[in-house]
């Protein structure tokens, strides 16, 4: 992203036309940074709650009282009777820098010997499947699909949250390839392809074990690759086996036809492009699901060739040094509390998982009371008067309101950084382009002041951002070999030292135990699960749960609405555009509520509920709803969003969100 500044001040932001995967433009969203950066809105000083919780009623206050306070309570709750683990961190993707997402914060808790936070919310699921059996989150390159012969973009919605992708599409597409889009929803991206194939939500194992079925069965398999460079064929072939066409009909909603022939077109193919994404791994077989789908590239051999292959991230080539950012060694021995379970963990003496109770909450790069599910029990939590909450943040989002000091933070225009990156291979560097609004500062610098505040003298505290630029680039990984301080100093960013296009398994030489693409795996054999790719249903799945699908028959997928980065934007006028809460449902589901289209409806469950306005449309499968998401609560009418219904339930690896594992029920308001 390039800023033009004038007088100091910011007047525009464009993409770097030279860079190859972006290409000069920003999507939606960040075309809107500079109204984002100066909105009125913007918190510029420290703040101090006056009010009641909830309610976001505050004072300005001097940095120094603020973080003198908030200091001296941080350490009466260490020296107190539960000690430092009853203080809890909690961070997500705010920003996704090194600096100011995993350094000085990281070292600031360690020391402080606070509990751990296993930032599960998005994507370890998906992660773990990856590991276990390609190795690690490093797959095809997206580089390559100019030359891939059919492109699958199976649970994403690209054209939303991954745009910069799709210029490489339409050209494998100018060449004759065929582009697949395997959702439950038609989102606008599923709208562009030459298919949507509407799976139902969480059994696209179910799809990708027929598809090899199939794929054995014709003989579309590549022996050879298998052979070299993949292990436990033979229990694979059997396994599919139990996967017929004509069962897996019935699992994922989709015609046995369709189903053999997708297989066939897979099969036949010479270089298929799988962009998975998050959205598949969601639900309660989210890594199994990942992890089955990773096999199929393998099975026919595609890694072989330019734009074949499968890629979930492309985030393990990035080898920062974060051990040095981080510094766990600072740590004593704590718990880790998973982010996911926010609402248990404040709702709870015993914080959900043993140990101490939560007796105070430092958020930064997050807005949990907004994006965590649950949300009833989060805010419960959050609400307690008894609980100690600091919130490190541009806006006043759902969860300030419920913060008893607010601290000022830095936008990207205004810090240091270096970010890695999950689709493409570049690393970037992130040079401030302006100065601090107000009186706002670097996470990285508020936890350095907070530090001394708190009693921590640890030499840790006293490296400024540009030694801790340097610290993330003292690496002797070969991949990192091209990522130097001056090259990014010079050039802004840098591809990692990875031929274009870059072929990770053309050979094998997959970072698992066995140095094979792992079909039958020991190590998850060892952690007691099937140790083959399975199906594993969704924990809401109708069949599973009669009873509770009698109740609630709809599965909500709260997948991210277009204008919105998770809860980030939904405050800038021009991309909610004063829109409300929309919920799309099929009108096979409409009509026997009588909802029509525009009617407000309420969508709840025994978790909670919210409200939308109805829009009915064929654009998603009969027995599933649609709420573009995440809005902050209090932009909404009723105040609530779609995470009222969402659960605090986990993924069958990786302790992931089941966001999209959420049966409901949806009635006409009042
Ligand atoms: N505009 C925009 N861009 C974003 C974001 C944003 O909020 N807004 N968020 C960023 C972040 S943090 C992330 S993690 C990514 C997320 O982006 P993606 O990885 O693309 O994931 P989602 O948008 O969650 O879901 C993608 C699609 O999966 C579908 N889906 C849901 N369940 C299933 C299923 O069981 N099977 C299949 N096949 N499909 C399913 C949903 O209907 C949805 O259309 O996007 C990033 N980019
Ligand atoms: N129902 C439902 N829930 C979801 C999702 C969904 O699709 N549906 N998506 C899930 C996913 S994939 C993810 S990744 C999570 C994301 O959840 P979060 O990580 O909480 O991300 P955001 O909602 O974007 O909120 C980030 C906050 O960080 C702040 N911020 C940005 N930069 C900085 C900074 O430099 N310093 C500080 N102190 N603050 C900063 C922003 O102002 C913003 O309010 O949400 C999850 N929740
Ligand atoms: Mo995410």
Known sequence: MITTVEDGRAIRVQGDPDHPFTAGFLCAKVNRY????????RLLHPLKRVGKKGRGEFERVSWHEALHDIGTRLRAIADGPHGPQAILPYSYCGTMGMLQGQSVD?????ALGASKLDRTICSTAGA???????????????EGIPSSDLVVLWGTNTLTSNPHLWPFVRQARAKGARVLCIDPIRTRTADQCDEWIPIRPGTDAALALAMMHVIFADGLQDDDYIARYTLGAEQLRLRAQEYPPERVASLTGLGEDRIVALAREYGGAKAAFLRINYGLQRHGGGAMAVRTIACLPAVTGHWRRPGGGVQLSTSANFKYNTAALERPALSPEVRTINMIRLGEALTRTDAGVGGPPVQALVVYNSNPAAVAPDRNRVLTGLRREDLFTVVLEHFQTDTVDFADYVLPATTQLEHWDVHFAYGHHYATLNRPAIAPLGECKPNTQIFRELAAHTGLRDAAFSDDDDALLRQALQTTDPKMATVTYDALMAHGWVRLNVPTPYLPYAEGGFPTPSGKCEFYSARMESMLLDPLPAFTPPHEFPEEVPELAARFPITLISSPRHQFLNSTFVNIASLRRDAEPEVTLHPT????????DGATVVIFNDRGAFSAVARVSESVRPGVAWAPSVWWGKLTSDHHNANETTSQRTTDMGGGPVFYDNLVEIAPAG
């Not at 990281?106 to 360690?110: E, I, P």
């Not at 589901?589 to 029509?596: E, G, K, L």
């Open 106 to 110: 990281r070292r600031f808790f360690h």
């Open 589 to 596: 589901d409409a009509a026997p509520r009588d909802i029509a």
């Open 34 to 41: 500079l109204e984002r950066t100066y909105h009125p809105d």
């Open 128 to 142: 773990w499947g990856m590991r276990m059996t390609v190795g690690a989150s490093i797959g095809a390159d997206a």
